[in-house]
């Protein structure tokens, strides 16, 4: 059966860095279309970022383009997500998603949380000064 461990969350103060990491288990990342959600207090969970099996298209919420970055490393079996310039607004916990339908194209990504069957157990993320 197919994992998800994230790691990387923390606390960190406004304009800090992090870099979360999801490590699948068993499988090629290449199988697979990733995602980053994420969920605060009393909210919903929501997207953050995704990617294509083959690395090359990514989407981004707006709140979060131009200061995140997702990308695959396919030796390490890994997805990572890249924050930096790190705002309160974006403490929550973050959940590492996949899904491998064969149907997908290889340049395929998805924003919407029921496209993924494939869910990490999250890592925190504060940012507090």
């Known amino acids: 059966q197919v994992q998800l461990i994230e790691s990387g969350g923390g606390l960190v103060q406004p304009g800090g860095s992090l870099r979360l990491s999801c490590t699948i288990s068993g499988r090629p990342v290449s199988r697979y279309v990733m995602a980053w959600f994420r969920q605060a207090p009393g909210k919903e969970r929501e997207f953050v970022a995704a990617?294509?099996?083959?690395?090359?298209?990514?989407g981004y919420a707006d709140s979060v383009k131009g200061r995140f970055t997702i990308d695959i490393d396919n030796a390490e079996k890994m997805a990572h997500l890249q924050m930096n310039s790190l705002k309160p607004e974006d403490t929550a916990v973050y959940y590492c998603?996949?899904?491998?339908?064969?149907?997908?194209?290889?340049?395929?990504?998805?924003?919407?949380?029921?496209?993924?069957?494939?869910w990490g157990q999250g890592t925190q993320v504060t940012v507090a000064s």
């Open positions: 998603a996949a899904d491998d339908a064969p149907s997908y194209s290889n340049n395929y990504y998805s924003t919407v949380s029921s496209t993924y069957h494939i």
């Open positions: 990617t294509s099996r083959n690395g090359i298209n990514t």
